[in-house]
Every structure is written in C-alpha cells, then in structure tokens.
C-alpha cells in the first residue's frame, strides 16, 4: 500500500514514516520545510534502513499536489502537514486558516479528483475546547477553542465531516492527539522547534542543555493535587503507531471515525519537571509565573475507543518519555 505522507519531515510525520517504511508501506513524503529540515529526510532514511519518494511541494499548490497524484501510486494520506504554534496563530490568524483550513481543503479537492478518497488527518485535544471535564471521550460536543491554532482544527474535523456526508465512499479518521514528547530512541530525530519553544517538554530540555536560563511554570493556583496544569502526554513513537492502526482503519472501507490517542493518564508540569530530572540527571531551573491566556487547568484523554476499535494502545511511560527527549537533546544540542 502506498501512502502519502504530508508534512512527513516534520516532528510526528518523520516517526511515522519511520514505523511505515519499517511495516513494509511505500511512503511517498509532501513538506514544503516550512517548519522542517531536508536533514530530517536523511535521518529517516538511516533509522528505517529503507527508502521514500519526496516532493518539495505545499499543500496549497494545486498544481504541484496535481503532478504527486499523476505520477504515484497514491492509496491514502495521511496528513500532518499544517501550523501549530498556538501564541503565533494569535498573532497571524489569517495565515492559519489559510494554511491549514485554506491547505486542507485544496488537498482534499486533488484527492477527490485524483479518486483518493482515504485519509488520516491530524486532529488535536484541543478541539475539546475549554467545557469538557476529563477524562475527554470522542462524543463530548468539540468547539469552544480557545485560539486561532485551535479553531483550525476544528473547522478542519468540520470540513470533513462535511466532505463524507455529501460523499460516503470516504474514508476519514480524525486522529485527536494529546501531548506529544519524546523521540526516536536512536536519538536521530525529535522535536526541533525554531526559536524559544512554547511546548513545556522543549523547553524544558532547552534549560537543562543551558540554552536558556530558568522554566516559566504558568500558574501554581490550578484545581489540580500542585496548582500546575495537568495534561496526557503521550510518546511520540506511541503516536506514530496509532497512525498505522488509523490507515489500515482507512484502508479498510468507508466512514468517518474519530479516535483519541492519549494514554488516559494526567501529569502535572512539577511532575514532569521531576520525571525529567530523574532520568536526564539534570536539574531544571523553573519559577512559578502567572497563567498563560487558554490554557486549563486538566486535559487528558479516555482513549478506550482506540483501544477497543483501532486495537492499539499507548505503551511508553512519562520516563522513557523524558529519557527519550533528553537523548534528542543531548545528541542534537542544536537540532538537526
Ligand atoms: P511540525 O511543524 O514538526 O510538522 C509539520 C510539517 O508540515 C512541517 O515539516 C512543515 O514544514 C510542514 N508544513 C506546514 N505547512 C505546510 C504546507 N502548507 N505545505 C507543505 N508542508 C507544510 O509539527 P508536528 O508536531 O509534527 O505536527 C504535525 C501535525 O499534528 C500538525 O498538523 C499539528 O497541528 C498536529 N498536532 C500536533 C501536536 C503537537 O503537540 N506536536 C498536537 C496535536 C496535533
Ligand atoms: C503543557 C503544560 C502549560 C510551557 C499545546 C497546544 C495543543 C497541542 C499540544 C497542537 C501546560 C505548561 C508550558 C512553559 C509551562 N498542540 N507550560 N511552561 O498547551 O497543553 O498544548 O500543545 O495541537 O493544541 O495548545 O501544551 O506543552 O504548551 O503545555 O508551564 O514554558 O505546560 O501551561 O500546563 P498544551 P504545552
């Protein structure tokens, strides 16, 4: 089967086209390296052992996205490719929506002419909004976002719902990830975030490499057992597995399914801050901040549904997690 791989240098697309090469899928890789280096490519190469077609291309080139589906055997797509700084959307909403929202759609309309009409899209946790309690389940009501980055996402679960009620030979699985940390055990690839990070485990292991100084923990006044907020971080690998289930769930017929992948279990930021020293062996200067505008005080998944019907399960604990991004760090002190 030949899959179709957007936004495949990035962080979770380039370890899941790690795990795809690796089941025997051909992966024909789409990044335009907005967020991503032709490095990543290099390394997926040298873990996996195999190879991959890459096309430099966005998904708002019609025409580019047009050439990929004439000349490759294309069964589905699996898309990751988008925006995701959550302070950036705020700051420049309009590129969002016409990048994720605006890019989505023109790849869903060179999908459906070229007859490909499988596809896994990269949802968030987010889409629960801010009045959902956890643990959050697949049928609590989605909106209610609290940024641009957000609304994206939700529109997008939209537009493809919309896109199998008018057409059910589609098939669709909307994929709402938790929060993804770790890396490659092989310390080749992980997150490799441009400028200061706004997601806590980069950060985290930015300060314990001494690129910056000291932790801004966002709020200790939280209804949580430490006042720091609470969330399902889950192994990036883990994640990258659950999209292999998701694809052959598209690959298998028709329909529309919507599945969590998180591991059910909630972490404080000083959990994780601790979980963190203990397996790097560094200490992690932080001060406690006032909270960062959206943010809640709890997100963390019921992923039972997955279990149940895609067969798959998170395996990694918050310390294989923690020792995972350490050695990304360490190995690549200066990302790729
Ligand atoms: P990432 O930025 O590392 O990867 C996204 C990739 O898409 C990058 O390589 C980037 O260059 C590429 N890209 C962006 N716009 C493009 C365009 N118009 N055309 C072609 N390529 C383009 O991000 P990631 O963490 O790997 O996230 C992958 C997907 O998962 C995103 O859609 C993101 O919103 C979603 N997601 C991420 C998280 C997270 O915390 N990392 C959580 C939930 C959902
Ligand atoms: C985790 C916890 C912060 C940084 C975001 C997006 C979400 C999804 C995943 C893409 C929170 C605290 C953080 C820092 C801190 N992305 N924190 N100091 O906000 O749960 O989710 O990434 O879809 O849509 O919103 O992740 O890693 O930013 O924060 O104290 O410097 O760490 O307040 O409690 P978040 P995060």
Same mark, same amino acid.
């Given at each position: 089967m030949a899959i179709l791989v957007t936004g495949g240098a990035g962080y979770i697309g380039s370890h899941t086209c790690i795990e795809l090469i690796q089941k025997g899928y051909e992966v024909i890789i789409l990044d335009n390296f907005y967020n991503s280096k032709p490095e990543a490519l290099n390394r997926i190469r040298k873990i996996s052992g195999g190879d991959f077609t890459f096309c430099e291309c966005d998904i708002r080139d019609r025409a580019g996205l047009d050439k990929i589906f004439a000349e490759n055997k294309v069964d589905a797509v699996i898309h990751f490719a988008g925006l995701k700084a959550v302070s950036e959307s705020c700051r420049k909403p309009l590129e969002y929506y016409e990048n994720n929202v605006g890019g989505t759609v023109t790849l869903c309309e060179a999908m459906r002419d070229a007859g490909v009409k499988k596809i896994v899209f990269s949802s =968030?946790? +987010? !889409? $629960? *909004? =801010?009045?959902n309690p956890s643990p959050l389940r697949e049928d609590m009501p989605a909106g209610g976002t609290t940024n641009p980055y957000g609304t994206t996402k939700f529109y997008i679960e939209n537009i493809l719902k919309d896109v199998y009620a008018a057409d059910n030979e589609w098939s669709i699985v909307l994929l709402r990830y938790f929060n993804p940390i770790g890396a490659h055990e092989s310390g080749l690839i992980g997150e490799d975030p441009n *400028?200061?990070? @706004? @997601?806590l485990m980069p950060y985290i292991t930015q300060v314990a490499i001494g690129k910056l100084d000291c932790l801004n !923990?966002? *709020? @200790?006044? $939280?209804? +949580?057992p430490d006042g720091t907020g609470v969330r399902d971080y889950i192994h990036v690998v883990d994640l990258a597995k659950g999209h292999l289930c998701a694809v052959d769930k598209a690959l298998s017929g028709t329909g529309l399914n919507i599945y969590n992948l998180g591991t059910s279990k909630g972490y404080s930021v000083l959990d994780v801050i601790k979980a963190f020293e203990k397996a790097s062996g560094k200490k992690v200067n932080y001060r406690f901040a006032p909270r960062r505008s959206g943010d809640v005080a709890v997100c963390y998944s019921d992923p039972t549904k997955a279990k149940k019907e895609l067969g798959w399960e998170a395996a990694f604990d918050i310390e294989q997690m923690c020792r995972d991004s350490w050695n990304w760090q360490e190995k690549n002190p200066k990302g790729l």
């Open positions: =968030s946790a +987010t !889409v $629960y *909004g =801010s009045n *400028g200061i990070p @706004n @997601n !923990v966002f *709020g @200790n006044d $939280y209804p +949580t």
